[in-house]
C-alpha cells in the first residue's frame, strides 16, 4: 500500500492537451494549482467514456486505506496518445501527482505524463506524451 | 434514316444536354438525381485543428468576443464563476446532454462525411450523426425539435464545371438547453437558432475542409460567424465515446457531485452542502 505524500504546489508547466474534457465538464473542480502526490495500488483500471478512471487504495498516516478516484481523459485521448485499456492493472504499484478535488474529497485527476510505477519503472516514453487537458484556462 | 443521318442531329442533341447541365457557375442541384462523381472527396476522418472553443482562432468564454445581448452576457459571466468554482455552469453536456448545433461542429473527437445524393450525413463518436437533406425538400410544417436541427442543404457548383464543390446548408427546428462550447457561452433559450453554413475542401490544401458558420440567434446582436476548419486523416481509427457509460459527474438540482468508487456522493466543492433529501423518509 503507499501513502499520501504531501502537499505540493503547481510546480512549473505541465504539458498541456487540448481541452476534450471541456467537452465534458470544467477542470475547474480539480485544483491543478495544489497538485498531491500520492502512492497507492490499482484497484481497477477502468477504461471507459466519457472519462477513464484509476481506483487507487492509499494507505493513510493512521494505517487504514482510503480509495481515490481519480479521473482521467477520454479512452479516445489516451489511445491516440498510445494508450490501452491494458496499459495498468489491478495490483500497479504507482506513484501519481493528481489534481485534487477541491472538496478535500478521496477524488482528483491525473495525466499520463505525471505517474510512474512505484518500483522505478517508467511508463512507456508514448504515454508521457499528454498531460492535464487545456481545459481551464476560460478568461476570468 | 441512315446512320450517318442521325449522327448530326445526335451530335447536336448532345452538345445541348451538355450546355444545359453545364449553365452557369453557381448551378444548384435539387433534383437529387445526381451522378456521384460529381461530389467532392470527403472521405476520411476530420481531426478540429485548434481546441474545442467555438471559433477556433479566439481563446475559450469571454476570449471568444461573442456578440451577446447584456442578458446574456450576463449569463456567459456566470456560467464562468460557477466552472471557476467547480459547477458545471450552463454546460449541460457534463450530464451526457448532447452538443447540439452549432456546438457539435467544434468536432470534440474526429468526424466523418458520407456524402449521398439526397443526403449528406455528419458522424459524431459523441453525438448523434447529422441528416443534411439536398433531395431538393421544403422545409417540413412543424417538425420535432432536435439538439442537432434540421438541416436542408444544396450542393454548389462555383466554378462551372460540372463539380459540385461547396454544401450550403441551413437548419433550423433546434431543441435546448445548447451552448456553443464548454464554457457555457448560451444561446437563447427559444432555440430559435438558425444557423448557415458553407462547407467546402480548402482550394490550395484539400486534405483541410472549411465550415463557415453563421448563427442567428436571439441571444446574440447580430449573426455571428465563425470558420471551422478540419484536417484530414486517411488511416482512420475510430474510438467510440459513448458519453453514458460510465459518467461519475452527477447533477442534483443545481449542485454537481461526484460517485465514489463504491458508489456514493462526494462534493466537488469547498463546503458543499449534501442533496436536499426531502423525498426521503428516514428510519425511525
Given at each position: ?140 | ?101 452549432p ?77 456553443f ?6 444561446l ?5 437558432t438558425v444557423i ?17 458558420i453563421t448563427t442567428s440567434d436571439?441571444?446574440l446582436?447580430?449573426p455571428w460567424t465563425v ?58
Amino acid at each position: 500500500m503507499g501513502r499520501r505524500l504531501a502537499m505540493i504546489s503547481a510546480a512549473g508547466a505541465l504539458a498541456l492537451t487540448a481541452g476534450a474534457a471541456l467537452a465534458h465538464h470544467s477542470f475547474a473542480m480539480f485544483d491543478r494549482a495544489n497538485q498531491v502526490d500520492l502512492e497507492g495500488v490499482v484497484q481497477e483500471f477502468r477504461f471507459v467514456n466519457p472519462h477513464t478512471y484509476i481506483n487507487l487504495a492509499v494507505k493513510k498516516d493512521d494505517g487504514s486505506t482510503e480509495t481515490w478516484s481519480l479521473e482521467g481523459q477520454s479512452p479516445a485521448a489516451l489511445v491516440r496518445a498510445g494508450w490501452s485499456s491494458k496499459t495498468l492493472k489491478a495490483g500497479d504499484e504507482l506513484k501519481m501527482r493528481i489534481a485534487p478535488l477541491r472538496s478535500g474529497a478521496p477524488g482528483g485527476a491525473w495525466a499520463p505524463n505525471q505517474i510512474n510505477f512505484r518500483d522505478g519503472r517508467e511508463l512507456d516514453a508514448s504515454q508521457r506524451s499528454i498531460g492535464f487537458p487545456d481545459s481551464s484556462e476560460l478568461q476570468r | 434514316m441512315t446512320r450517318r443521318h442521325l449522327i448530326a442531329p445526335l451530335a447536336l442533341s448532345v452538345m445541348l444536354l451538355a450546355l444545359l447541365t453545364s449553365a452557369t457557375s453557381g448551378a444548384r442541384a435539387q433534383d437529387g438525381k445526381q451522378d456521384n462523381g460529381k461530389y467532392p472527396d470527403w472521405t476520411g476522418q476530420w481531426f478540429r485543428t485548434g481546441g474545442v472553443q467555438f471559433d477556433p482562432t479566439k481563446p475559450l468564454g469571454r476570449g471568444q468576443e461573442a456578440p451577446l445581448t447584456p442578458e446574456y452576457q450576463a449569463k456567459l459571466e456566470a456560467s464562468i464563476a460557477d466552472i471557476a468554482a467547480g459547477g458545471h455552469g450552463l454546460n449541460e453536456h457534463t450530464s451526457c446532454l448532447p452538443h447540439g448545433m452549432p456546438r457539435m461542429m467544434n468536432a470534440v473527437y474526429p468526424i466523418e462525411f458520407v456524402v449521398l445524393p439526397k443526403t449528406t450525413y455528419i458522424l459524431f463518436d459523441e453525438n448523434l450523426p447529422r441528416r443534411i437533406y439536398t433531395d431538393g425538400r421544403n422545409w417540413p410544417a412543424e417538425p420535432e425539435p432536435a439538439f442537432a436541427g434540421y438541416s436542408i442543404g444544396h450542393w454548389v457548383d462555383e466554378a462551372g464545371d460540372g463539380r459540385f464543390n461547396v454544401l450550403e446548408v441551413e437548419t433550423r427546428y433546434m431543441k435546448g438547453p445548447r451552448t456553443f462550447e464548454g464554457s457555457g457561452l448560451p444561446l437563447h433559450e427559444d432555440n430559435e437558432t438558425v444557423i448557415k453554413e458553407r462547407i467546402f475542401l480548402d482550394k490550395e490544401k484539400p486534405d483541410l475542409l472549411h465550415d463557415e458558420i453563421t448563427t442567428s440567434d436571439h441571444a446574440l446582436t447580430r449573426p455571428w460567424t465563425v470558420t471551422k476548419t478540419y484536417r484530414r486523416e486517411r488511416n482512420a481509427v475510430w474510438i467510440p465515446n459513448e458519453c453514458g457509460e460510465d459518467n461519475r459527474h452527477v447533477t442534483i438540482g443545481k449542485e454537481d457531485y461526484m460517485i465514489s468508487p463504491d458508489g456514493l456522493l462526494m462534493p466537488v466543492k469547498k463546503d458543499q452542502p449534501p442533496p436536499d433529501l426531502r423525498y426521503f423518509r428516514s428510519k425511525k
